[in-house]
């Protein structure tokens, strides 16, 4: 005879479909790299850093945090590429955030491309388990960033994180 046990319902994980979405997302971020317009120099006349947060397909997006944002920067969320490479197109000096713990390898893809192409951007990663070692091996890879803050942001971190590219970029 059958016990109560036996008659629970039980769930079942399926790993292979979890990991075939995990790598489809991945794809899909790493592709939004080859679609950034090239665009030759920067139009540094107009003074000060637009922030933009890329939202794109995280499971932790960075919209909710818009209150706690440290005072006296031009703050914008997309999670489209064409406004992100709006963005871009202006070549005005811009500060881009990515979450890096979304989907690593796409994040570096970008990174990297951004890094190329253009020098009017700055990129900063937030991520969890920020450490000395792990920032500064990333930092000298071809994707480093310019900043690293820990994710969830702390708005006094992300106000160092800023005025410190500030002072790189006078």
Same mark, same amino acid.
């Given at each position: 005879?059958?016990?109560?046990?036996?008659?629970?319902?039980?769930?079942?994980?399926?790993?292979?479909?979890?990991?075939?979405?995990?790598?489809?997302?991945?794809?899909?971020?790493?592709?939004?790299?080859?679609?950034?317009?090239?665009?030759?120099?920067?139009?540094?006349?107009?003074?000060?850093?637009?922030?933009?947060?890329?939202?794109?397909?995280?499971?932790?997006?960075?919209?909710?945090?818009?209150?706690?944002?440290?005072?006296?920067?031009?703050?914008?969320?997309?999670?489209?590429?064409?406004?992100?490479?709006?963005?871009?197109?202006?070549?005005?000096?811009?500060?881009?955030?990515?979450?890096?713990?979304?989907?690593?390898?796409?994040?570096?893809?970008?990174?990297?491309?951004?890094?190329?192409?253009? &020098?009017? *951007?700055?990129?900063? %990663? /937030?991520?969890?388990?920020?450490?000395?070692? #792990?920032? +500064? !091996?990333?930092?000298?890879?071809?994707?480093?960033?310019?900043?690293?803050?820990?994710? &969830?942001? *702390?708005?006094?971190? %992300? /106000?160092?994180?800023?005025?410190?590219?500030? #002072?790189? +970029? !006078?």
């Amino acid at each position: 005879m059958a016990s109560d046990e036996d008659d629970k319902p039980t769930m079942v994980i399926d790993l292979n479909a979890l990991k075939r979405e995990r790598e489809r997302k991945e794809k899909e971020l790493a592709s939004i790299g080859e679609d950034l317009e090239f665009a030759s120099k920067p139009d540094i006349s107009l003074p000060g850093h637009t922030v933009v947060f890329f939202d794109h397909g995280n499971p932790l997006p960075f919209s909710p945090l818009a209150p706690a944002l440290p005072a006296g920067h031009d703050y914008h969320f997309t999670a489209a590429l064409p406004e992100l490479n709006g963005w871009i197109k202006k070549k005005t000096p811009l500060v881009v955030v990515f979450y890096y713990d979304g989907a690593p390898q796409a994040i570096n893809q970008l990174c990297a491309q951004v890094r190329l192409k253009f &020098p009017w *951007v700055q990129v900063v %990663l /937030a991520a969890k388990n920020l450490g000395a070692q #792990k920032t +500064a !091996a990333h930092q000298a890879s071809p994707a480093g960033a310019a900043a690293y803050v820990a994710y &969830p942001l *702390v708005a006094e971190e %992300l /106000a160092r994180a800023l005025h410190e590219l500030e #002072k790189k +970029a !006078a």
